[in-house]
């Protein structure tokens, strides 16, 4: 998924791409909250009349399916924030917070994209500058590369608008 | 380039760990897929000749080879083990290789746990077999473990408990991992009604492990303090209910039935539209008659205890509930048919195995049938006819189902085509004799002969001696299954990505082998 947004106290515009993930987690949420409603009634029944073991098993069982649906949400949550600021090219990507940040002179950058005539490939969109290659957009498809890659020649060739609109 | 901060390491060329500590510490789903389908066949072999020592004892009437003791804890094993360590693990093998390269998914949701969710299982299992080694033998009241009869045991009942609980935990482990993957990692664009019906099944299945699997482990822990602890759960003496026990147990035995059997669904509705070359009939009415088949699951649990009693208007309604369950199953036949109907048909090894399916777990449903109506109930139950039933039900349905999505998927796990003549032959085989071991079943048990016994009247001897001739050959035909896999995993011809000519889904657009990571990068927009 490709997003642009403008950050409200710099002002900079960045171009934000996130990796699959096809539920909210607000889904995730009502997901694990009727898996343990369902433990918690068959365990409720069971416990009113007297055999009340089940009922911390399903508890417990509640807990697992929650530590894991957000600890499985949390790990889809890999984001790339690409910025330019100044005649600088900066490129964060992290979970929860940016674990790794790339920055590169924007004159100097050139943005490629192997396009491959598979449709279950999905090609290497990279970063290019001073003989290093930067991979970007890693957890994108093909579509969505091809985005990335037409506003990432827009950023790079154009002074002004920095970075546009993504359709 | 400047990199202020350095961690992240590129993923795309990494292949397997060399030597043991790859399958030991491996998190990759193609390999966990892989472990648990092999422990799946050592323990189909291992409660398979559990199955030999039953019929080589009843092969003519009065004790010759084991004690009755024994005896009991071998169709006590025979059943934890084909349950709880065949056809479980064998379904979650196939979801573990399948599930993500349906979706379009890189790996399951949770790796790591799904590496724990296997290498619990050859513990639990040494536990449960050490038993057999132990003072008083192993489990022998059934694998029901009703009480009070399963609390006269030997003291080996401790590990009995723990060793199911082991099962649990992995079950659980495995189900929320699935639940986890098939809800947030399918392919950008796949909604839940375009996901094959195999991944659908599967869905389905978890969450009943989810919702049943508490109510075995607090069963079973009830009945470990009142054997060591000294509580009264389910002793009448004490003030307890051994009745309880039952509904208890069936609460979590009758979903777990469907537990071993929706998984086949999905399997057979991925084969028979490949090889009829047409798109699945009514996938709708699929997943629906899926859901409702596990709803069933759940208010039907008390046909199973018809005789121990109970108020008629319970009677009734479980009789009613019961017979319910034949109408999505119905749906699902038919759908299969309507597939099959002028379809392109061929019959290689998978189709061969998904007829087989379909006409043999067909008759264990029309059996099933029969017993569902409590007053007939009450003459069949706990003779060979049930025997007949489930196990039309489990090996043709459940068992085959695996053999046919191994034969469909291997070229795809191994990158050979298997040999179609050694397939077939283990097909016929294998039918032939399944049939004369289990029909004959039908006429015992309607005759009157009692399961769960090492001796029996004179009158049942010919059917028996049927019976277990049709044992042994179905038993060794299986080593033809071994010997097509090995043989296949060593070489052959080369299979192409699609590999059948009427295969749809992503998992045929990768290569044949599939490589050791897939879909790393989401595929293109699904449609």
């Known amino acids: 998924m490709v997003s642009r947004q403008v950050n409200s106290e710099t002002g900079i515009t960045q171009i934000v791409v996130r990796a699959n993930k096809s539920m909210s987690w607000r889904a995730n949420v009502i997901l694990a909250a009727s898996l343990g409603g369902i433990s918690a009634l068959f365990g409720g029944v069971i416990a009113s009349f007297g055999f009340w073991m089940v009922l911390p098993f399903a508890g417990l069982e509640f807990l697992l399916v929650y530590i894991c649906l ?11 924030v690409i910025s330019m600021v100044g005649d600088k090219l900066l490129v964060e990507s992290g979970y929860d917070n940016p674990v790794v940040t790339s920055e590169m002179p924007s004159h100097w950058t050139r943005v490629s994209f192997a396009d491959p005539p598979s449709a279950f490939e999905v090609g290497r969109l990279s970063l290019q500058c001073s003989g290093k290659s930067l991979e970007i957009g890693r957890a994108l498809n093909k579509e969505e590369k091809r985005l990335l890659y037409k506003e990432m020649l827009r950023c790079l060739q154009f002074d002004e608008p920095k970075l546009r609109l993504i359709s | 380039m400047s990199t202020a901060a350095a961690g992240h390491h590129d993923h795309d060329d990494h292949g397997p760990a060399k030597g043991w500590t790859r399958w030991l510490y491996t998190t990759n789903h193609k390999d966990i897929g892989t472990l648990y389908l092999l422990f799946s066949l050592v323990m189909f072999f ?55 390269m349906m979706i379009g998914g890189p790996d399951m949701a949770l790796p790591r746990l ?93 969450y009943l492990l989810i919702a049943v699997i508490p109510v075995l482990a607090g069963a079973v822990t009830m009945l470990l303090t009142d054997r060591f602890f000294g509580t009264s759960f389910f002793n009448a003496a004490g003030g307890g209910d051994p009745v309880m026990y039952q509904h208890i147990f069936w609460f979590f035995g009758h979903p777990e039935v ?20 047409k798109p699945l009939f009514g996938y709708a009415s699929m997943v629906y008659a899926t859901g409702s088949i596990a709803f069933l ?164 001897a010919d059917w028996n001696a049927v019976a277990s001739i049709g044992a042994f050959g179905f038993g060794f035909s299986q080593l ?48």
Not at chain 2, 402 to 427: C, R, V
Not at chain 2, 480 to 508: H, N
């Open chain 2, 46 to 100: 291992i409660g398979g000749g559990m199955a030999l020592i039953i019929r080589a004892e009843l092969f003519q009437p009065g004790l010759q080879l084991v004690d009755p003791l024994f005896f009991n804890s071998m169709t006590t094993m025979h059943a934890l083990v084909m349950i709880f360590g065949v056809v479980m693990p064998a379904f979650v093998g196939l979801a573990n290789w399948m599930i993500p």
């Open chain 2, 297 to 460: 699951s759940f208010i039907v649990w008390a046909h199973h205890m018809f005789t121990v009693g109970m108020p008629l208007a319970g009677e009734m309604f479980f009789m009613f509930a019961t017979m319910m369950i034949s109408v999505p199953t119905g749906v699902k036949v038919f759908n299969w048919i309507a597939t099959m109907w002028r379809g392109s048909m061929t019959f290689e090894t998978p189709m061969l195995f998904a007829i087989g399916f379909l006409v043999m777990f067909t008759i264990g449903g029309l059996s099933g049938l029969m017993l569902a109506i409590t007053p007939a109930d009450i003459q069949y139950h706990d003779t060979y006819f049930v025997v007949a039933h489930f196990h039309y039900v489990l090996v043709p349905g459940a068992i085959y189902s695996i053999m046919a999505a191994t034969y469909y998927w291997l070229p795809k796990w191994t990158g050979n085509m298997y040999d179609e003549k050694w397939g077939k032959i283990h097909f016929w085989v294998s039918t032939v004799f399944l049939n004369v071991l289990f029909f004959p079943m039908h006429f015992v048990g309607l005759a009157g002969m009692p399961r769960r016994i090492p001796d029996y009247s004179l009158q049942f």
């Open chain 2, 480 to 527: 033809i299954f071994v010997y097509v896999i090995f043989k296949c995993i060593k070489g052959g011809e080369k299979a192409t990505s699609e590999v059948w000519e009427g295969a749809d889904g992503l998992e045929w657009t990768v290569p044949s082998p599939a490589p050791y990571h897939t879909f790393e990068k989401p595929p293109a927009q699904f449609s």
């Open chain 2, 258 to 277: 469907y537990i071993l059997i929706l998984p086949a669904f999905g399997i057979i509705s991925s084969i028979i539209p490949t090889f009829a070359r």
């Open chain 1, 70 to 80: 957000g600890k499985a949400y949390r790990r889809l949550g890999y984001t790339e």
């Open chain 2, 114 to 206: 799904n590496n724990w969710s296997f290498w619990i299982m050859p513990f639990a299992f040494l536990l449960l077999l050490s038993t057999l080694f132990m003072e008083g033998g192993g489990p022998a009241g059934g694998w029901t473990l009703y009480a009070p009869l399963s609390l006269q045991g030997g003291d080996s009942f401790a590990f009995v408990i723990f060793s199911i609980h082991f099962m649990g935990i992995s079950s659980v482990m495995g189900s929320i991992n699935i639940v986890a993957t098939i809800f947030n990692m399918r392919a950008p664009g796949m909604t839940l009604m375009q996901m094959p019906l195999f991944v659908w099944t599967w869905l389905i299945t978890a």
